[in-house]
């Protein structure tokens, strides 16, 4: 089997605005990052995802770009990017950001050269339309707030195309000028150092009438190409691919042995199955979709995560289960955000560290490379009454300081959480060092632990029966070897396993064997070796 250093890594994602502030404006930054670089380690991650960095008028966030060459001033300038970059390395971290490549933010100069004149070579840049009426069949992803995914645009006099926001209009990648251009983006980050790149949206890139506009052959066929320049120019670098798709059309991502097109995919409909099982204390469906989950091609890797920046994505469940889980997880509609929902992970799982430790220690030991969203180290809350996905993007509580440590200025870019249970005064990085079973230690051992065991890094996966659905069973292990029997209470009643030889868990009493008949507490696992 083949192994790249990324098929065994734990994954950091690190949004820049929200983790340090280092020159009292308020918003985080590359050098306040740097200062930062000690906790990611400490975390035993080997990792970091930068959310993206580029200019751009933030009205995603930073997935509006308005220039991919280039640093947000409010995150620092290129040189700060390169000592950051520097600075991680010297850790032994690796970097990888985000390019968004479907589409540009309006305020971009191809989009404001493209809509002033017809005859620009930037028109063909984007999608046009003079009726807004192609394409029919296309989801609108941002439910909450685009009526289309047309939008008029007074100063063109036609419409152009859009998969999320009306300001942000997509490429046309018909248009061979577009690879150009995003291979030039490409390949100036990873002149920089860059290890890889987290790839945005890529199952939008084209269009066709008669179709819904995703997952099309001429996205792979672009996909196919992009990797080829990049094996050809920097080998080595990992692409990974955010699609939220179902397995079945996650596979064609990873392309194929002689055509690849990325080494990473994202596994989205894991995720929210997660959160479902624990709630049903029923593990039948993260069995159905491992079962249906197709097996990927050698050195590939799925990328694994319990929350990340947006809400909690619910496009890959049925109907149905969208609205069990919004009734269970979101009650108050103020939680729910598109098909979604707008909460952190420690808030989703009532702050019961059990629960916590529960999923983490499941999602950890499941095949994959799994992610963690920064603040969910510490149990961060979030806050539901901010617009749009921001609630779960505020600073990153530090201390018991004024914003939490985060920022000496008057006033931050999203105040810090100072509610009852979740405020910086109750939940933070420092308070939490001293106390062993704080959700940041914890965080530490799992992943220290799980990275410790060669089965659970890479291991091939195999179910474990156990005859009661409360409790979900499988083994990790490494050819020819025993491995890791990980075995997960989902309930909040005991259960019992038969444990058939005599085995020690990692998880808590790692001097005592056990065998037989072994009774399980509430939410209660283990990772149990020989
Ligand atoms: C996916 C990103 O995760 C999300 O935050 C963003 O809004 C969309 N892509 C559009 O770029």
């Given at each position: ?5 990324y ?6 994602e690190?949004?820049?605005r ?10 985080g930054?590359f050098?306040?990052?740097i200062?930062k670089?000690?906790?990611?380690k400490s ?7 930068v959310m993206?960095h ?16 280039g640093?947000h001033?409010?995150y620092?300038d290129l ?9 991680a ?6 970097v990888?950001?985000d ?13 404001q ?10 028109r ?7 009726t807004?009426?192609?394409y029919?069949?296309?989801r ?17 006099g036609q ?11 997509d ?17 100036f ?13 890529i199952p939008y ?10 997952n099309?052959p001429?996205t792979h ?10 094996d050809?120019e920097?080998?080595?670098?990992l692409?990974?691919a ?6 079945e059309?996650l ?10 097109e990325?080494?990473?995919c ?9 959160y479902?099982?624990?709630k049903k ?10 079962n249906?989950t ?11 995560f ?11 469940v049925t ?13 108050n ?23 916590w430790f529960?999923?983490?220690a ?16 510490i149990?961060?809350?979030?806050n539901?009454w901010?617009?749009d ?13 004024r914003h ?5 200025a008057?006033e931050?870019?999203l ?5 009852e249970t ?6 933070n990085?420092?308070?939490q ?7 940041l230690?914890l965080t530490?051992f ?5 990275q ?6 890479s ?9 009661n ?7 990790r292990?490494?050819?020819g070897t ?6 997960f209470?989902?309930?909040d ?5 038969i444990?058939r ?5 990692v ?14 507490r ?6 149990f070796?020989?």
């Amino acid at each position: 089997m083949t192994t790249n250093w990324y098929n065994n890594a734990v994954f950091y994602e690190l949004y820049i605005r929200a983790y340090k502030d280092s020159n009292g404006d308020g918003n985080g930054d590359f050098r306040g990052a740097i200062e930062k670089l000690d906790h990611i380690k400490s975390l035993g991650v080997d990792c970091i995802w930068v959310m993206p960095h580029y200019p751009s008028p933030l009205l995603d966030d930073g997935y509006d770009v308005s220039d991919y060459l280039g640093v947000h001033p409010d995150y620092g300038d290129l040189d700060d990017f390169r000592a950051f970059l520097d600075a991680a390395h010297a850790r032994g971290l690796k970097v990888v950001t985000d390019i968004v490549m479907n589409h540009t933010s309006d305020q971009h100069p191809w989009f404001q050269a493209a809509r002033q004149d017809k005859n620009s070579p930037y028109r063909d840049y984007y999608v046009w339309s003079d009726t807004g009426t192609e394409y029919a069949d296309t989801r609108i992803i941002f439910l909450d707030t685009e009526p289309s995914n047309w939008t008029y645009d007074d100063v063109a006099g036609q419409y152009f195309w859009h998969r999320f926001y009306s300001c942000q209009p997509d490429l046309n990648y018909d248009n061979p000028q577009v690879h150009e251009e995003m291979f030039n983006a490409i390949r100036f980050w990873l002149d920089l150092g860059v290890d890889g790149f987290r790839v945005d949206a890529i199952p939008y890139l084209y269009e066709r009438e008669g179709t819904n506009c995703e997952n099309l052959p001429e996205t792979h066929d672009f996909l196919k190409k992009m990797r080829r320049m990049v094996d050809d120019e920097y080998p080595g670098t990992l692409l990974i691919a955010e699609a939220n798709q179902w397995p079945e059309d996650l596979l064609p991502y990873f392309g194929t042995p002689e055509e690849p097109e990325f080494q990473v995919c994202f596994h989205f409909p894991i995720m929210p199955r997660l959160y479902m099982v624990l709630k049903k204390g029923d593990k039948t469906p993260i069995v159905d979709i491992l079962n249906r989950t197709p097996a990927i091609p050698p050195g590939a890797q799925w990328m694994t995560f319990l929350r990340n920046h947006d809400e909690l994505t619910l496009e890959m469940v049925t109907p149905e289960e969208r609205k069990w889980m919004r009734q269970q997880y979101a009650p108050n509609p103020r939680m729910r955000l598109n098909l979604g929902i707008r909460r952190r992970l420690a808030p989703l799982l009532d702050n019961d560290k059990r629960k916590w430790f529960l999923l983490n220690a499941l999602f950890l030991s499941l095949p994959g490379a799994p992610i963690i969203y920064y603040g969910d180290e510490i149990g961060m809350g979030d806050n539901i009454w901010f617009p749009d996905r921001h609630g779960c993007r505020t600073p990153m509580q530090w201390d018991n300081d004024r914003h939490a440590g985060f920022s000496t200025a008057k006033e931050t870019y999203l105040p810090v959480l100072c509610d009852e249970t979740y405020g910086y005064q109750q939940v933070n990085a420092a308070a939490q060092e001293a106390d062993p079973a704080s959700y940041l230690n914890l965080t530490r051992f799992l992943i220290g632990t799980r990275q410790s065991l060669a089965a659970l890094r890479s291991g091939q996966f195999v179910w474990v029966e156990t005859g009661n659905d409360a409790v979900l069973a499988f083994r990790r292990h490494v050819d020819g070897t025993d491995g890791v029997l990980c075995v997960f209470n989902l309930s909040d009643q005991p259960q019992t396993f038969i444990l058939r030889r005599p085995r020690v868990d990692v998880l808590s009493r790692p001097e005592v064997k056990m065998r037989g008949k072994v009774g399980l507490r509430p939410y209660a696992c283990h990772w149990f070796r020989n």
